[in-house]
């Protein structure tokens, strides 16, 4: 009985080994981040959506994609951390589904995240396309709220929302520029692209109608001052302010409601088409895209009013993909505005640069502060600003020197405003108010805390723009650091996800001890077990087991347990037993199958499948003639969601890809349909927890109803399925394209 008991306990002490929270990957790194969306409330970075790589350490193997399913990473700058260690190990999880993505949270490539101090919205980007769930409609945005603004809820907590678009604004843009302004709770998302239709982007399909091809002339704008309330505007852009892919939009606290000066990006991006750019477009982006260097736009905010400003100096080249921040000095005479890497966008060689530029305002000069190393560079990476002295970077996407290419460094690096150095380093405690470096003061004149002397370009485009800059802007710039220092926790949740290298407490390692012991001790049994079974077997003992002997000991034999047999016929006292297990017996002495087959019942977030019961029904009392066995069907097998359509062959066939990937060799992704009879569903505080959410029409059109009535998200997400992926090889060099992993 003891030696049953014990073989009984391993598959669950097995079971329990594969769930162990500590369970390491084999030392998989982060690799590439491309196109994340990310955002600073108060004292956390969060980081959504985006293609992550990963790659193993402890071989040479291919990249590995690691789209985040229904997760958000988040950075809490109480804590410090050397950038020597994995990436992995200073980020933290927070789930958005608690499960895979689905419908209501899908995975988002590019977009953005507007932000102020309670909360974020995640807007705009690309959706994988897949069977596993039906895309969000075209009026659908999420929001997390992490801390209460009023009106005050009583029965509030931080979690996600959902909320829906007016009529004339649309979620189906990408590649725009945006920029968060918390002291006005205002958000800002200049240009970008669309499809000819303003139709869902999500995915290529070789036609230009559902491809984002076109460049956008529109300023989107949200005010976020009423928490679920939200305004939303759609402007259509002047002649003067020409759109474009991918550029720089950055906030400069001055005059009313401070400006917003518009840089960089490019006319045309290879990114878009499979077979890069063509003579045409090449030549058209080289001829225009400087200019967006050379002349940025502004946008009075107050005014709602554009303007033009020539600058001078040493200007960058052409940068599409690049990210940025803003300095003001101490007396707010200058507003340095640092512009960290990007590429051209002409072509696929993808060197990008390490540089970092210093846009002077108002004198509108720029100065190249830093010279970086060509295999440090990157694209596609995003920007935030902890300190006044720090600028962090998040993600991008590294050279193509090589298949294997990962970011120098690490997914996540520092550099400081003042010293115009790279930190190895973060530290809630080291710190220092924004000085103006004196490689700018040397232009613009003054000293390291403003003062500057040079406050005008050489000649100002509009008579409108001196009084613009010279007016102060009256309202406080919240803020939340200095950040109390706290020690880092001894294990990392992330790291136990993806293979991080944080340490484990002690009480950890014995508990792996101890089931690692017995995981070896039920792997002994198991094969003496099986020895002694063959070595029975062997004999050709042909000995019937008695009714009452031991079941293991009839395995050993390779004797099937046998039980008593009765006539044919059934009797009418035997009939009163049909509804117990053991009442009916077949000839052979089996008890037959359950005739019923039940149906797969669904759990919210898992899903789940219910087995076949081992007894019949209790039914009203009656006498059978006869006694039937019935049987459970097979399953039909899981379907399999194709993925990988390919991206258009030339862009002079009119058909794009929506963005190339990075540095991997093979993605395996299978893709597990959920038993459900709804694709869509969400918890709100008026409605059940089980509550369906009626599925709308999904039409090409981008006008949306005018309500904007917001549904809770609880934590229980119904309706999802696993998303999936394709096996795909990196265009020219074994990587696989972004195209080619949305379907």
Request: glycine share 10%; hydrophobic share 35%; net charge neutral.
């Amino acid at each position: 009985m003891l030696l049953k008991s014990s073989i009984s306990l391993c598959p669950i002490l097995f079971a329990l080994a594969l769930a162990s929270p500590w369970k390491r990957d084999g030392g998989n790194s982060m690799c590439l981040w491309k196109h994340p969306r990310v955002a600073i409330i108060r004292d956390t970075l969060y980081v959504d959506g985006g293609f992550l790589y990963n790659k193993n350490t402890t071989s040479d193997y291919p990249q590995t994609a690691v789209i985040p399913s229904g997760q958000v990473y988040t950075i809490n700058f109480t804590r410090a951390f050397s950038l020597a260690a994995d990436s992995a190990s200073i980020f933290q999880v927070r789930s958005s589904t608690n499960g895979p993505a689905n419908n209501i949270f899908p995975n988002y490539y590019d977009g953005f995240m507007f932000a102020n101090n309670e909360e974020y919205i995640l807007y705009g980007g690309l959706v994988k396309r897949t069977d596993a769930f039906v895309a969000p409609n075209a009026d659908t945005f999420l929001t997390f709220e992490q801390y209460q603004s009023p009106p005050i809820r009583q029965l509030w907590a931080p979690g996600f929302v959902q909320g829906q678009l007016p009529s004339g604004v649309t979620r189906y843009i990408t590649a725009g520029a945006g920029v968060n302004v918390p002291s006005e709770n205002l958000g800002f998302y200049f240009s970008g692209l669309h499809s000819t239709n303003w139709g869902n982007i999500s995915s290529p399909t070789g036609t230009s109608a559902s491809n984002a091809t076109i460049v956008a002339n529109t300023l989107i704008s949200v005010d976020m001052s009423v928490m679920r309330s939200e305004k939303w505007t759609n402007d259509t852009l002047p002649s003067i302010a020409e759109g474009r892919i991918s550029g720089e939009t950055v906030w400069i606290p001055t005059s009313k409601q401070g400006v917003l000066v518009v840089l960089g990006g490019v006319s045309d991006s290879e990114s878009v088409w499979r077979n890069g750019l063509n003579s045409s477009q090449s030549s058209n982006s080289t001829s225009k895209s400087p200019g967006y260097m050379k002349t940025v736009l502004i946008y009075d905010v107050a005014a709602k009013k554009w303007y033009s400003q020539e600058t001078s100096g040493d200007v960058p080249p052409q940068l599409t993909e690049a990210c940025t921040v803003v300095a003001s000095a101490k007396d707010s005479s200058s507003h340095n505005v640092y512009l960290y890497g990007g590429y051209d966008g002409l072509t696929d060689t993808w060197k990008p640069t390490d540089d970092v530029w210093v846009l002077s305002i108002p004198a509108f000069i720029w100065l190249k502060v830093a010279t970086g190393t060509a295999t440090h560079a990157r694209f596609g990476h995003r920007c935030a600003k902890p300190y006044p002295d720090q600028m962090i970077v998040i993600g991008g996407n590294a050279p193509a020197s090589d298949a294997t290419a990962c970011l120098e460094g690490g997914a996540i690096q520092i550099f400081n405003l003042n010293t115009l150095k790279w930190q190895t380093s973060y530290d809630p405690v080291k710190w220092s108010e924004y000085k103006v470096p004196a490689v700018v003061t040397a232009k613009i004149g003054g000293s390291a805390d403003g003062g500057a002397t040079t406050t005008a370009p050489g000649t100002w485009s509009n008579s409108d723009l001196p009084g613009l800059f010279t007016a102060k802007y009256s309202k406080t710039i919240p803020s939340s650091y200095p950040y109390p220092s706290v020690a880092a926790a001894t294990s990392s949740p992330t790291a136990a996800a993806t293979g991080g290298s944080s340490g484990l407490p002690k009480w950890a390692a014995i508990l792996i001890g101890v089931l690692v012991g017995l995981i070896g001790i039920c792997t002994i049994l198991g094969v003496a077990l099986l020895w002694l079974r063959h070595k029975h077997m062997k004999r050709g003992s042909s000995e019937a087991a008695s009714t009452t002997e031991n079941g293991m000991l009839s395995w050993l034999r390779g004797i099937p347990p046998q039980g008593p047999t009765k006539a044919g016929t059934v009797t009418e006292t035997e009939s009163d037993d049909l509804t117990s297990p053991g009442g009916l017996k077949s000839p052979d002495g089996f008890d037959p199958l359950s005739p019923f087959k039940p149906e797969p019942q669904e759990a919210a977030s898992t899903p789940r499948y219910e087995l076949a019961g081992e007894s019949l029904p209790t039914e009203l009392p009656h006498t059978p003639s006869t006694a039937a066995a019935g049987g459970i069907g097979d399953q039909e097998p899981l379907p399999a969601v194709v993925a990988g359509i390919p991206r258009p062959e030339s862009p002079t066939a009119g058909s794009p890809v929506l963005d190339r990937s990075p540095a991997m060799a093979s993605i395996d992704q299978r893709s597990i349909p959920h038993h459900s009879h709804s694709h869509s569903r969400s918890i709100s505080s008026d409605l059940s927890p089980h509550s369906p959410i009626r599925e709308e029409d999904r039409g090409p059109s981008p006008i949306s109803p005018p309500d904007s009535a917001r549904t809770s998200i609880g934590s229980m997400m119904l309706g999802h399925k696993a998303s999936s992926a394709s096996h795909a090889e990196r265009r020219g060099k074994g990587q696989s394209s972004f195209s080619e992993i949305l379907e």
